[in-house]
Structures are given as C-alpha cells and as structure tokens.
C-alpha cells in the first residue's frame, strides 16, 4: 500500500518538552515537507528537503528542526524554543518542487 | 519571498451556481500553481494545476485561469455539488527562492 503516513495521530507533551513527529513515505519522492496548520492561517511552511541529506527553512523554523537520512523519512523535532508549538503538523512529498504535493493524515499536538 | 494573497476567506454559493476564488502572487519568477481541497478532518489533495505556459486548464467542472501580467490565478468551479463543500488553497512555487507559498484558504459553502 504506496503512500505517506504520521504518527502518532494526537500527541500530548508537557511544555518545555522537546517531541519528534514521524514522517514516513514509500512513494519513492525526493521532496519532503513539513507544514503547520492553525485555523485561519492556512498552510505555512516549516521545512523542506529536496534530496537525502540536505534542507532549507521554510518560512516559520525557528524553534523546529529536522533531518533527512534516508528517502523515505523526513522527521520533524519540535524543540522547547518554539512558543506555540499547539497545532496541527501536515507532511507531504512529491517528485521536485514544483509537482503535486501528497498529504499525510497529520498529527495533532498539543503542548500542556 | 514569495507572498500569495487568497479571496475570499469565505464564500456560499447556491448548489448549481458558479464559484470563483482568486489568489494573487508577488515573485514573477514562479512557475507552477496548484489548487488544493480540504474536505473537514481530511489531508489536502491537489484537484488542479497550471503552469506558466498556459492561460486556461479544465478538468470537468473544475478549471484554473492565470494571467502572468498581472500575477492572478483564480479557480473556477461550475454547476457546484455539495461534495464541494470544503476548505480550498491555492499555492505557488518554483520562484527565485524556490519555496511553495499556499495562501489562506477559502472556505466554500454550497447551500441547498
């Protein structure tokens, strides 16, 4: 079964917690993506990686960070330094950068 | 950077009638425009691109007009259903700095 998929679906930590988001796809992409959906604010960027063992910060990183050491895995660390850090995470590939973007299920975080 | 301007933020149309969501774009340079759909408590999913060597793409009721002078791009949806019903955002990308900037979304209400 081809696709992209994260977990966990909820996650719960306690503030000043550091916590990683999983990311994984079988599709064979070599772009991966992290996003951060908040209610009215669309989709924003975090980070994005067009090959094995390289990224580039999208347009709201700090306090994230993420690797990239295998194709098929992209995770995202949420560190203590981000301020707001409750919201919900989408990740995607696709081919390049500019072709279609598969969606994962997300994962919603809420920090206590 | 690129920034991408999306209106409405929320728009009801009779079932049957048309839709049109527009979104601007600032970086001359981009190249590639998805529109993507996100039913409630669903991943996003492309329904439509264009690219910028072409003016006008249809897929069934759906279609997407650009207008590379202006920098606009809008989304038209035709004799709409109520499986229409959903958060719609549109994007660009392959810019100078060759992220993908989603605008805001628009929520589309298809009344009965």
């Known amino acids: 079964d081809g696709g992209i998929t994260q977990s966990p679906k909820y996650l719960f930590r306690k503030e000043g917690q550091n916590v990683t988001l999983s990311c994984e796809q079988n599709?064979?992409?070599?772009?991966m993506y992290w996003y951060r959906q908040d209610p009215g604010q669309g989709l924003r960027l975090i980070y994005y990686?067009?090959?094995?063992?390289?990224?580039q910060k999208g347009d709201i990183a700090e306090g994230y960070s993420v690797s990239r050491e295998k194709k098929e895995s992209f995770p995202l660390t949420v560190t203590s330094a981000q301020k707001n850090p409750t919201a919900f995470y989408l990740c995607?590939?696709?081919?390049?950068?500019?072709?279609?973007?598969?969606f994962g299920p997300g994962t919603r975080l809420t920090v206590l | 950077g690129e920034n991408v301007e999306q209106h409405p933020s929320t728009l009801s149309v009779q079932e049957g009638d048309s839709a049109v969501i527009k979104c601007t774009y600032s970086?001359?340079?981009?190249?590639?425009f998805p529109w993507y759909k996100q039913e409630l408590g669903k991943r996003p999913q492309l329904i439509i691109d264009i690219r910028s060597n072409v003016g006008e793409k249809k897929d069934q009721r759906i279609a997407v007009t650009l207008n590379k002078t202006a920098k606009h791009f809008s989304l038209h949806i035709t004799e709409t259903q109520p499986e229409d019903s959903a958060v719609y955002f549109c994007a660009a990308t392959g810019g100078r700095d060759d992220k993908i900037i989603f605008g805001k979304g628009t929520r589309l209400h298809i009344l009965p």
């Open positions: 990686s067009q090959i094995v063992n390289d990224f």
């Open positions: 599709l064979n992409h070599d772009a």
């Open positions: 995607a590939s696709s081919i390049g950068l500019v072709y279609e973007q598969f």
């Open positions: 970086d001359s340079a981009s190249n590639y």
